[in-house]
Structures are given as structure tokens and as C-alpha cells.
DNA sequence: GATCTTTTGTTTCGCCTCGAAACATAAGGC
DNA sequence: GCCTTATGTTTCGAGGCGAAACAAAAGATC
């Protein structure tokens, strides 16, 4: 079957022709685990290998592909040029939590360039300052970046509900920011030119499990990720992309309601599950600080702690609930735990795969399950460069000039 | 901006071109309230007069598009001729309910050829009986249409989640069918030649609101559609499009937990929505015999019956605890109730709609709004058809052979 | 070691589709 | 009757792809 056009409404070229074919080549080569041939393209397009290698050689010249060494393997044949995605193009991924800056430099083939993560609470902290901090540390890490290595865009993750077309940050509970306009304190953060978009640190880290590198598929095309840092935070990944919904205000699981006469909530709602598998909920619940870590709570149950086991069935049971609503209206049965859910989910996930089992309308057919990627800290920040390299991947033609 | 290729990992060819520039021609006219002259067509797709033209001409030779009159309205310059879709192209939409069953014809301009709709109390009843009454209704309708019509393809929508690939209906509860495979049913129920594609009522039902008529869109992009029959079912539509799932279990919003410590469901949760504002359930606590009509509970609650009252104010609460969760995480602030909930849509209002903006985070931003279409009887069958006719606007060029 | 085989990559040519621009057509305005 | 205006058609040229022949670089075979 050949390729059908989006829903644009724009008629289509010549030149869009090659556009879109440029834009299928280099994603071709980036989808595959090892390098491809310009034969292996045109296999893998259904193009001839004369179309293949035009614009194989087109992608070349502009940097966005690479010539890899000769594998050395004996082999029949002429010997195939293996084919890389371009290592001189990179993004920059920006994350600020309520417990840690990060910055990280991703290029197209998804290794990571530099990084620089740095713990820190600030909860409640002054925008500015938090800001510059993070200008400091991207300063840092940009300086030490390889000569040659080209930029193409950047990304922002919080902790909280985005106005990405505004590039303002409308709430941030965690931050203790609302209604807070970031066009200003970006331009201090990142040298001008650089493009920073803002983005939902679930939204983004979700990026991390759909795509195990720019343009390469993870292992689920549809799950739910859940995002765990003091709130819960969520993002619902259909067919490899994350839904955002009309606005940015899609994934705020952490308040489903899971037992109407419950607390009040900040939100104003009641019996929300973030009262009842939200990081403080869950310390306090244990008996444990609220600066204590999830795997302090861990080691309470591992050690048949009351209260701690307590709390964590109450968080199960209560992510059971919310979660099987979620699963009942999105009809995606796979969960992905991420934050500090990702840490309590070993012991999380009896007692909640059982409760989704019982509540889940699809389970018989389907079971529900939970899993943990073992990914590294601070995902958002990824998240935002895959993003930014998405978008040289979807439309490499503008690139080439 | 011009079209990007879609994502399916084929190269694009010249022919490639002329296929997709028919279907965006072709739906242009089909988007457009009005008719549209060649004329018009190469503004709104920005090709030039004679590319839109030579396609034009190409749809008219193969009846996907029809020259109307000409306006009689005096103008200056040549007269423009009217493109329409082409009425010679229409499809069959077929519903089943627990209530109903109905067979309808629509055609590309979105007119109800022919239908058939008769009520009937199917709860428990025999498939085969059903489905052959069902082709009794369905061959009296096609015997009636005009010659020269061309049925294109068909859909029947049932009350229940749906393998559409396999054709098997997994669960229908008030119809009380399960894990029923349809094909040999069908077999008999339409002419040999014309595939029926299964549905959920609920999804289909949905498109009735995001299409006005195939290829042109409905009043809103994005809503949460919610189907009150005996259960309630409901279908996400984001961008215009229903979101189906990877596979048919999404929309399950009746089996949302509200309370869960209310009593147990037949679905084995607990305190699902279904058993506070379901049918059954709230002519239940209305003190209503169980065939009474929604209509029946409105008048009861106008006249300021208590029970009634109650029973209604009950559903409000039920529907705002499950239908924030839903708001919460898919960012829709757009609930359109259908089905019996349709006829309580303004009693329901006032109550559910200050539910959410307590519960939904997202309120204070934008105040979620209750809407009920007024459309006709069976709206499943309209939407079986539409997404039969979808078909045929999404890949013209294998219907000029 | 010369030749055959196999696979990759390149070149040439023709076809398809679109855009540009001139042309034809059918009306109203003056 | 001629000019203006808008629509629709025709002609020509250019861009991009497929087909097929060709060139290149290796192993396989004798």
C-alpha cells in the first residue's frame, strides 16, 4: 500500500513528494536498530534503490544521515554502506522538578551528549532564581559540548499543566507556580536562537517509553504512564504518540476522584488519589518524613512495617480504583509506573493488578498489567529533546534548505 | 504549508500524488457547507485552476462528485458550475438495541435516503431471531431504493464492545449476548457483495456529532459522547476522530467506580457509575416500573416528585464524580449526552454541570459544558453509515479503478 | 589466480503529475 | 458594442520517480 497524505488541507507537489520520501528515508534509517543499507531503504520503502540512494545521498549532504564504517563481516557482494542518522544534530532537554534540575543533550542517534543533573528542593522556590539556576547549569553544559555538534531545538519540562502555543505555566502545585508566563525567564536560560518549548513532565517522560530513541519505537505503542513525583501525573500514549488533548490538560490522574466522601483536596475536589497514592500521602500514611525517599518506604514494607505496608495497600487500593477508570474509558489495559511509582512498583503490583483485574470491564479478555522501565532519573528531560528531534524527523526537508 | 505524507512506511510515487490529491479534493467538496466551484476548490487547496480541474473532472467521470445546477444569481464573470458530492454513492447503517432496531441509507451528501426504525424489546433475545428480523427490516428497506444507487459498504452498530477485525461481539449486556461471532449472522441480514462492518453504538453515535455530513465536521472537535441506553457507553472523539483503543474497550464510562464501597455490579466492580445513573437505575429509585421512558422521569421530577427528584439528583452526582475523572485525564471539558441521558440533558444540567467545575482542575480555565444533540432516533445506524462513507472520502482513487 | 556469481550502488531514460501562463468562455458593466 | 471580470481549458515545461541497464566490489569456484 502506498502512502496517503495527512489531513492538511493543501494540495500536494512534486516537491512534496520528495519532502515526504526525504522525511520516510530518514526515518527508516532512525526506526531500525542497526544500521541500514541504501538497499536496505529501498527494501524496507518499497522504492527502487535508485530512489533510495538519490535521496539517501540528499539526506547525507545536509548532516542528517551519516556513512558508518564498513562492517567487516564476509559477506557475498559488494559491501553495503552501513547508514546512521546524523550525529552532528542534537537537542537540548530542560527538566525542573519540585526535587531536581536537569539538563541533557541528546542527538539524533539517542545517545546522550551531556548531562547535567543537580537534586535540589524547590518546593515553593522563586521562579527567577530557579530560572537562573537552570541557566547556570545549561551554560555549563552547552560550553562543553563537541564543536560541530548542531542544536535544533530544546524543551522544557514541569511539573504541571502547560500552555505550550502561550508558553505559560498554568499550575505547578508542586513548584508552588501558577499562571506563570516563561517566555522571559527562558531567554536568560538558552542562548538566543535556540527554540525552548514548554511541555508536561509525564507528556514528555512517556516519550521516553514510546520511543527508545528519535524515531525508534519502544517497546508499547499504547499505554498509560504515571508519573509519580509529589502529585501523580499522567499521559496516555496511543499508537506511539502521546495524547495531549485540546489543550494541555489532559493526564491529571493524581485527581481522579477514589472516594467521593473522602478529604477535601486542594483542588478543590474531594477524595482525590493523590491523597491516597501521592508521595506525601504515602510517607505519611508510613509514619515516615516527608522528605524521606519512596525507597525508605520500600525497605519499611520489605521489613513488614504496619504502617508502611498499610499506607501501600491504601495507595494500591486507591490507584486500583482510579486506574480502572481510566482503563475502562481508554480501553488500554498497560500501565507504566514512572517517578517514584516507578520504585514502589515491585510491591505495588500485586495487590493493584488485582484490584484492576476486578474492576477492569476488559479483564477477562485482557489482562491488565503494570509495569516499571528501569530508565534514568529525570526522563522529562529526555522527553523534551526526543520531542525536539521529532521534529526534525517529521519534516527533514526544511533542514536541508 | 503543504501535505505530509502519513505514516505508513511506503514510499510515495507519482500515482501516490494523483490519489491523494483526488481525496482532498473530494472532501474539500465534502467539508463545504455549500457547493464549490473548480474554482473554489483550487483556492481552498492552494493547487492551481487546472490541477483542481483535471481532478475534478476525474470524480465527475467516476460519480464521486456530480455537477449541480447552475446559480441563477446574477454575477459578474463566467458562471462557476457547482460541485456536489455524488448521490449516486451512498451506505447502509444498521442498528441493534435493546430498544430498537433500525436501518438506515445515507448518502455522500450526508441525506437519509431511506430508513426503517421499529421498536422492540430485544433484552435476551435469540441472536438469530434478531438478526433475521433485522434482515426482514433491512431487505424491505434496499427493495424500496432508487435504481442506480450504489451501496459502498455498511455498518451495524450494537450496544457493546466489539472485535471489529474478527467480528465478534465480546459483550453486550442489555441485549444479553456475549463473545458472539456475527459473520454468518450477517451473512444473511445484507445482499452478498456489501461488507458490514460491526461497531460500538456509542462510537458511531459519536460521529453523528462530529460529522454533520461525510467529510464535513460537526460544531465541535473534541468532546467526551456519552451514550445513555441501558448502560452507558461512551467514545472519546479528539481532532474530530473517535478513539477507539488498540482495541474496542475504550468508552466504558458506565463501568467507572463512583463509590467503592457501593454495592457490587454484574461486572464485578463495585459502586460503578451505571448503578447510580443508568437506566434501570435511576427509574429504580424514581419508583418507575422498568419500561418507563426517560420522558417519564422528566415529567415526574417537573412536577416536583420527591423520589424522582432525588433519584435524578443522584445521577447528577454520579455522572460529575465519574465524568471529572474522565475530564481530568483526557482533557476534554465537552461532555454531549446521548441516549436516554439526551431527555435529561436539561435537568441534568444545572447539578452535574457545578459537579465538575468542583471537581474538574481544569474548570477554573475552561468551565466544562454539558450539551445534548437534538438528532433522530438511532443515531448509531447514521454513524455506521458515516464511517462506511468515511471510507470512501478517505481513499477515492480505488473507487475510479 | 582467472572467472563466475552475488549484491550494492549508479546512470540513463521515459513517464506521470503538477504549476505557469496563455487562451477560451460566459457573464455583467458602461 | 466593447471592456471588465471570473471561470474553465489547453499547452508547455519541470520535478521526481520507476525500470532497466550498467558499474563496482566482494566471495565462490575451479
Redesign the pocket.
Known amino acids: 500500500m502506498t502512502q496517503r497524505l495527512a489531513d492538511v488541507p493543501s494540495?500536494?507537489?512534486?516537491?512534496t513528494?520528495?519532502t515526504?520520501?526525504?522525511g520516510l528515508v530518514l526515518r527508516t534509517v532512525c526506526a531500525s536498530a542497526g544500521p541500514l543499507?541504501?538497499?536496505?531503504v529501498a527494501a524496507a520503502t518499497?522504492?527502487?534503490?535508485?530512489?533510495?540512494?538519490?535521496?539517501?545521498?540528499e539526506l547525507l549532504a545536509g548532516g542528517l544521515l551519516d556513512e558508518g564504517e564498513?562492517d567487516p563481516l564476509?559477506?557475498?557482494?559488494?559491501?553495503?554502506?552501513p547508514l546512521l542518522p546524523g550525529a552532528r544534530f542534537a537537542a537540548l532537554g530542560l527538566q525542573v522538578d519540585a526535587g531536581l534540575l536537569a539538563a541533557r543533550v541528546l542527538d539524533l542517534r539517542g545517545r546522550v551528549v551531556a548531562e547535567r543533573v543537580e537534586q535540589a528542593d524547590l518546593r515553593g522556590s522563586e521562579p527567577a532564581a530557579t530560572f537562573a539556576r537552570l541557566g547556570g547549569l545549561t551554560s555549563g553544559l552547552l560550553a562543553g559540548l563537541p564543536a560541530g555538534l548542531q542544536l535544533v531545538g530544546g524543551g522544557l519540562a514541569l511539573p504541571g499543566v502547560v500552555d505550550e502555543r502561550a508558553g505559560v505555566l498554568l499550575r505547578a502545585p508542586n513548584l508552588g507556580w501558577s499562571d506563570l508566563p516563561t517566555a522571559d525567564l527562558l531567554r536568560r536560560v538558552v542562548p538566543p536562537g535556540l527554540a525552548l518549548d514548554l511541555g508536561n513532565e509525564a507528556d514528555l517522560a512517556a516519550r521516553t517509553v514510546a520511543q527508545e530513541a528519535p524515531g525508534r519505537a519502544g517497546p508499547h505503542r499504547d499505554f498509560l504512564y504515571l508519573s509519580g513525583q509529589i502529585g501523580i501525573g499522567g499521559a496516555i500514549v496511543l499508537d506511539g504518540r502521546v495524547v495531549t488533548g485540546s489543550s494541555g490538560w489532559a493526564g491529571e490522574v493524581g485527581h481522579v476522584c477514589v472516594r467521593p466522601d473522602g478529604p477535601a483536596c486542594s483542588c478543590g475536589s474531594t477524595g482525590c488519589l493523590e491523597l491516597y497514592a501521592g508521595r506525601h500521602a504515602l510517607l505519611r500514611a508510613a509514619g515516615l518524613p516527608l522528605d524521606a525517599s519512596p525507597g525508605d518506604l520500600a525497605r519499611l514494607v520489605r521489613d513488614a512495617d504496619p504502617a508502611a505496608t498499610a499506607a501501600l495497600e491504601t495507595g494500591a487500593w486507591a490507584l486500583g480504583v482510579a486506574l480502572a477508570g481510566v482503563v475502562n474509558v481508554v480501553g488500554i489495559p498497560t500501565v507504566v509506573l514512572g517517578g517514584h511509582l516507578a520504585e514502589l512498583a515491585d510491591l505495588l503490583r500485586p495487590a493493584l493488578e488485582g484490584h484492576l483485574a476486578g474492576r477492569v470491564l476488559s479483564a477477562r479478555w485482557r489482562r491488565p498489567r503494570i509495569l516499571s522501565p528501569g530508565g534514568p532519573l529525570a526522563a522529562g528531560a529526555t522527553g523534551a529533546a526526543l520531542r525536539a528531534l521529532g521534529g526534525v524527523l517529521a519534516d527533514p526537508a526544511d533542514r536541508l534548505g
Chains 1, 2 share one sequence.
Open positions: 494540495g500536494a507537489r512534486q516537491s513528494l520528495r515526504t520520501n526525504l543499507s541504501r538497499s536496505d518499497g522504492m527502487t534503490r535508485a530512489t533510495a540512494a538519490r535521496l539517501v545521498d564498513r564476509p559477506r557475498r557482494g559488494r559491501p553495503a554502506t
